[in-house]
């Protein structure tokens, strides 16, 4: 590591600087003229303003702005405290436990926002790893006050859940508001529960830092990534347990469910929040159907450019470097033909190189029932094969 010289930020004047600024002296007879004059052109000035301003009345608020009735000013710290004061009655704890019978496994801490009422029910966003593997769900509400919750539905995808809890004793419903106008620099406000119920309802403020960032996403043990988000970069602070809280907006409405940060030696200021469009129709579809309705192939498959060697077997051409190895299949692949050791290479006439782009082009592009063109090597021989998309169980 390398320092800035000790003078780089050095606010002292150096000595050769104080020699040229050191005040010489002057003739006060001189001085006495210059303090006339000034005292003149200021009492001048004095007269003309209050002539321009009619005598000493308040001027309109259209003569300092044109616009100044039509666009108020406020103090950025109010309007932080009512935002926050607005979001966070509706920002509630998640207790997750993991339970074998009657032994505890694990306890899970995240943070929710109630977002809807429904009859004498309220429903609750927050992140789908706060509540996976929890046998029990209970959250906290903002006055402390405990109660049961259901899972309703939840997506390891987008990282989504669903809660249900009753309505008693439930002061505030969140307003959505619309990710899409994000501006970098924006103002932005998280509310959440970081490190457990002790911190509940902390309230950090930082800016957006991007509007949209596709970063990947490990769901897996091995490492590998299997999926892609699109997310709102942020530097308010985000810590543990303020997964599935609030990022809030200046005017008091949510833009993104906080998710992840990225938490590394020398890293700061690099949190992650779903966007709350994207977040809208995903939501709409856990309460309908409780989980999200995606096609499948029915493979299951590794990326050609995980293995260093040993891919003679599979006989492909010299320029084929990128491909998905079909390692098992059943359903709709079975029956359109294909067969272990196959290499898909495309998906409806466009290039595929990984088992995660398949599926984002599966999930994004094409619905249940659906026909797909898949091209794929076997033994050297291009071939291609049509499957009528199932539904992902």
């Known amino acids: 590591m390398s320092f800035w010289k000790d003078d780089f930020y050095n606010t002292r004047v150096s000595r050769r600087a104080r020699r040229e600024w050191e005040p010489r002296r002057r003739n006060p007879n001189r001085l006495v003229i210059v303090s006339a004059v000034s005292v003149l052109a200021g009492m001048l000035l004095m007269l003309t303003l209050v002539q321009w301003f009619g005598g000493g009345e308040e001027p309109l608020a259209a003569d300092v702005h044109p616009n100044a009735a039509s666009v108020p000013v406020y103090d950025i710290n109010d309007r932080v405290v009512a935002a926050g004061d607005k979001v966070r009655p509706a920002v509630v704890s998640i207790i997750s436990t993991m339970k074998d019978g009657d032994k505890v496994k694990g306890i899970g801490m995240g943070s929710g926002v109630i977002f809807q009422k429904s009859g004498d029910r309220v429903r609750i ?61 924006q103002a932005a406000i998280a509310i959440g529960n970081p ?84 977040a809208k129709p995903v939501l709409d579809a856990l309460i309908k159907d409780h989980k999200i309705k995606r096609p499948k192939m029915g493979i299951t498959s590794e990326d050609v450019q995980s293995f260093k060697s040993g891919l003679e077997v599979l006989k492909l051409p010299e320029d084929v470097k990128t491909g998905i190895i079909v390692n098992d299949v059943t359903g709709p692949a079975k029956d359109a033909g294909l067969k272990t050791h196959d290499v898909i290479v495309e998906l409806d006439g466009k290039p595929v190189a990984s088992t995660m782009q398949l599926r984002k082009y599966l999930f994004t592009h094409k619905k249940i029932g659906d026909e797909l063109i898949v091209t794929y090597y076997r033994a050297g021989k291009k071939a291609s094969a049509t499957v009528k998309l199932a539904e992902l169980d």
């Open 125 to 185: 966003v927050t992140n789908n790893h706060v509540v996976d593997g929890g046998t029990s769900v209970e959250v906290v509400l903002s006055d402390s006050e405990r109660k049961k919750a259901e899972v309703i539905g939840r997506d390891m995808y987008t990282d989504l859940a669903v809660l249900e809890t009753d309505a008693a004793g439930v002061k505030a419903v969140a307003e959505f508001g619309n990710s899409d106008e994000l501006k970098p620099g």
């Open 195 to 278: 490190l457990g119920l002790s911190f509940s309802q902390t309230t950090t403020v930082g800016v957006i830092s991007s509007p949209l960032r596709t970063i990947p996403v490990y769901l897996g043990a091995d490492g590998e990534v299997e999926w892609e988000m699109d997310v709102i970069q942020t530097d308010a602070a985000i810590n543990q347990g303020n997964s599935g809280g609030a990022l809030v907006s200046l005017d008091g409405k949510v833009i993104g469910i906080n998710s992840m940060k990225i938490s590394d030696a020398g890293v700061e200021g690099l949190g992650f929040a779903i966007p709350i469009n994207s």
